[in-house]
């Protein structure tokens, strides 16, 4: 009788072990986000056929580090057969951690366990086991050094010793010095760990919660006068001052005031139609400053406990460089003009999007990338970025973990009017803050709505959010299914 075809057999010994549902981690595999100095309990299911003592240990990675660190995990169910592992770690740096579990099959402890029941159930001769428990323990000597090998062999003689009385061989073997000493010195044979580690994005505190104040220098009379505002701001309790774009604005198509589609010569325009003959997104309009202001800026407000945050958002007016050095990073129609930005039914005849989907879309990503890297390389660590919603997610993904590799503790605030799933969206992929959530919750129902939310829905849910929730969790103000939240830091 022939066989059916199948599956071949596997080329080497499958392991035995299976490590599953690592956590926490955001749906599936981003990582989950943390403050500098918080603790965060990291935990797995190890599974092993048979009653074999288990043994695993956490393994991670710091920030810019290739070398391994790893404690001992705890079994943390109550139930005998419970198979969750966990542990705590300690994150102290800002950056991006990485961890994993290895887990293997501690043969000396289940031999104690083994003999242990069998002593205990009177059973009088022991031979056979001692001969083998004093081999694991002679294996054990050779993984330990000094004193402790020492103690390990004089203990494996006693236990291998037929001379000895039986209980005195048994009380050698199960000597919790002994046993210590060769838990410190595992055989880790056959252990095994998940095929991907497991990523913790660390962020400063600013990350989790800031006061903004949002200012435009050219009231103030330019980045010399915000200097002279910043002590008072500080006083008042402000963490980060956020300055709408510095660049130099426009002249083609400048709109005027109340929007009006004609500038009169003292209208400056809108910051936001980035970029004239001077330069674009790494320039300072001369009526505001210098560089060399804006450094001085980011170091005085930092000697007063704030952040400067800038502005960016990708869109430039016509008189832009880069309309004449890279005209195909932008769009144009069929009659060959260009496509300025609307909204409708708003239009925004002073200002251009450039076009993701050009054939040139590499260096578009890379000008980007340069241009913020140039404020952060000024000392510029927070940036308020405008709609990011409208441009592709995987460059944010590429570009906030391109800036964060030099610098980890830059943080991102996503100005998203946008549904929340886009939101979250953009959460994962490394914003760190949202600029608003729907502006038009503003009612006591809205406001009730939207915490039970965050305290329900698995995106956050810090204690203060809990505890408001179950205020409200058996009252009519429950009765809406929760939908989702946004940007977590206790998910």
């Keep these: 009788m022939s066989s059916l075809p199948g599956r071949p057999l596997p080329a080497r010994t499958p392991a035995r072990i299976r490590i599953e549902a690592l956590g926490p981690v955001v749906d599936g595999g981003y990582p989950v986000k943390r403050t500098v100095g918080e603790s965060l309990t990291v935990g797995a299911d190890i599974i092993r056929d048979g009653h074999d003592v288990l043994r695993a240990v956490v393994r991670w990675r710091r920030p810019q580090s290739s070398r391994w660190e790893e404690a001992p995990m705890r079994h943390v169910d109550a139930e005998e057969a419970g198979v969750r592992w ?39 001769d022991l031979s056979g086991e001692l001969l083998e428990g004093a081999q694991l323990m002679s294996a054990a000597a050779r993984r330990a050094t000094g004193a402790e090998r ?55 505190v600013l990350a989790r919660f800031g ?82 202001d804006v450094r001085a800026l980011v170091a005085d407000a930092r000697a007063l406990g704030m952040e400067i945050a ?89 570009m906030i973990r391109e800036v964060r590799a030099k610098h980890p503790d830059t943080i991102f605030l996503a100005e998203a009017f946008t549904k929340a799933a886009m939101m979250r969206t953009l959460a994962k992929l490394g ?26 829905s698995g995106s956050s849910a810090p204690s203060s959010a809990r505890s408001f929730a179950s205020n409200f969790s058996e009252s009519r103000y429950s009765s809406e299914p929760a939908r989702t939240g946004t940007f977590s830091y206790d998910s």
């Design 431 to 456: 914003f760190n803050q949202s600029y608003t959530y729907f502006t038009w919750k503003t009612s006591r129902w809205d406001l009730i709505e939207y915490v039970v939310e965050l305290a329900t």
């Design 86 to 124: 966990e542990a705590d770690l300690e994150l102290e740096e800002i950056g991006r951690w990485t961890w994993t579990v290895r887990a293997w099959a501690d043969t000396p402890a289940s031999w104690r366990e083994e003999i242990s029941r069998k002593a205990a159930a009177g059973q009088e």
């Design 211 to 292: 006061s903004w104040y949002e200012l435009f220098p050219r009231s103030w009379g330019g980045l010399a006068g915000v200097r002279q505002r910043l002590p008072a701001l500080a006083e008042l309790g402000f963490d980060v001052i956020y300055l709408p774009p510095i660049h130099p604005i426009g002249l083609t198509n400048r709109k005027g005031r109340n929007n009006a589609l004609v500038a009169a010569p003292e209208d400056p325009g809108s910051p936001w139609a980035i970029g004239d003959a001077t330069g674009g997104h790494t320039a300072v309009h001369p009526d505001l400053g210098t560089v060399d």
């Design 310 to 398: 800038l502005d960016f958002a990708i869109q430039c007016s016509a008189d832009h460089p880069w309309l004449t050095e890279h005209p195909e990073w932008f769009f144009r129609r069929p009659d060959g003009t260009l496509k300025y930005a609307e909204n409708p039914p708003k239009k925004y005849q002073d200002i251009y999007n450039a076009d993701f989907d050009c054939e040139d879309w590499q260096g578009l990503w890379q000008a980007l990338l340069d241009a913020m890297r140039y404020w952060v390389d000024i000392g510029v660590r927070v940036f308020r970025v405008d709609n990011p919603h409208t441009k592709p997610l995987a460059f944010w993904e590429w």
């Design 150 to 204: 020492t103690r390990v062999i004089d203990a494996a003689a006693v236990v291998a010793d037929p001379l000895v009385p039986m209980l005195d061989r048994v009380a050698a073997a199960l000597d919790p010095e002994i046993a210590s000493i060769c838990d410190r010195h595992p055989d880790q044979r056959g252990a095994v760990s998940p095929d991907r580690p497991v990523e913790v994005q660390v962020d400063p």
